[in-house]
C-alpha cells in the first residue's frame, strides 16, 4: 500500500511528522505537503498562478515534497504526474485542532482528503481536538490502524472519514465512536481598526467555536473523550429537498 501524506498545517507541522512516523509502520508514504500554513483554507484549486514543488526533509529525514500551493494542490498535482508511483489511500493531518459540524466546509485538512476521494482512493482526514496539546502520538497511533481497516474494507468511492481525536491522556480516551456531522456554533467578532493611513482595517477574532451537542455527533462525541469517526461524502445533494423545490412550479 502506497499512502500520500499531507495536511494544511504546513510541511514543517509536527502533526504530519507524528502521521507519517505512524503509516510508515504500515504502508510506504510519499509526503507532500503545502510549505506554509494553510488552515481553513477550504477547498482549493490553484488555477491563475503557477505552483512551485520543491524537495525538503522532515525533522526525521523523511525526503518530502512541498508545494507554493494550497493542501487540495498538493493532492492534485500528486494525482496528476507529481508522484509518479500510483496511490492508493490520502492520509491528511494530523491537523492541530479540530474539524468537527461545519469547520469540514473551511478544513484545509478535511478538502486535501477530498481531493483524494475525487481522485478515486479512499481519504481520512485527522485532527486532533486542540490548539495547545503538541503530543500528536495517539492520534497518530489512531490513524495508522485506521488505514489498515479502511484497506481491508474498501471504502465506497467518493466518500472520505473525518476522524477527531480528544486531546486527553491516552487511558481517558472512553472508544471509538462513528458519528454524523453535528452543528457548529461560532462567535466570530468582527474586529475593526485603522491603519496608520487612516483606513480601516478588519480582522476576524472571538472565542474558540462551541456546538450543539446531540448525542451520536462529532461534537459530542470528542467532548465525551471519543474518538469521532464521521463517514461524508461528496454528493451534498439534500435529496429530500429535490421533491419540495420541485413543487415550486420554476419557469425557465
Ligand atoms: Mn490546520
Redesign the pocket.
Known amino acids: 500500500m502506497h499512502i500520500l501524506v499531507t495536511n ?2 504546513g510541511v514543517d507541522a509536527p502533526g504530519l511528522l507524528a502521521l507519517n512516523r505512524a503509516l510508515s509502520e504500515v504502508a510506504d508514504t510519499t509526503v507532500f505537503a503545502p510549505s506554509r ?1 494553510w ?1 481553513a483554507s477550504g477547498h482549493v484549486k490553484t488555477m491563475h498562478k503557477p505552483l512551485r514543488v520543491g524537495e525538503t526533509k522532515l525533522v526525521d529525514d523523511t525526503p518530502a515534497l512541498t508545494t507554493s500551493g494550497a493542501p487540495s494542490d498538493c493532492v492534485a498535482l500528486a494525482f496528476m504526474g507529481v508522484v509518479e508511483r500510483p496511490i492508493d489511500m490520502v492520509v491528511s493531518g494530523i ?3 479540530p474539524n468537527l459540524g461545519h469547520d469540514v466546509t473551511y478544513s ?2 478535511v478538502t486535501a482528503a477530498m481531493e483524494g476521494a475525487i481522485a478515486g482512493v479512499p481519504a481520512i482526514a485527522v485532527s486532533l481536538a486542540s490548539y495547545r496539546t503538541a503530543d500528536f502520538g495517539f492520534a497518530a497511533h489512531v490513524a495508522a490502524r485506521l488505514a489498515e481497516k479502511v484497506a481491508e474494507n474498501e471504502l465506497p468511492s467518493q466518500t472520505l472519514l473525518n476522524v477527531n481525536v480528544p486531546a486527553v491522556p491516552e487511558g481517558e480516551i472512553a472508544g471509538v465512536m462513528v458519528t454524523r456531522m453535528g452543528l457548529r456554533i461560532y462567535y466570530d467578532e468582527l474586529v475593526r481598526r485603522v491603519d496608520p493611513r487612516g483606513r480601516p482595517y478588519y480582522w476576524i477574532g472571538g472565542k474558540e467555536p462551541g456546538g450543539v451537542l446531540d448525542e451520536g455527533t462529532d461534537l459530542w462525541a470528542v467532548a465525551n473523550n471519543y474518538v469521532s469517526v464521521t463517514p461524508l461524502q461528496l454528493d451534498l445533494t439534500d435529496y429530500e429537498l429535490i421533491e419540495r423545490i420541485g413543487t415550486w412550479e420554476l419557469e425557465a
Open positions: 494544511d498545517d500554513n488552515s491537523n492541530q485542532g484545509g485538512t
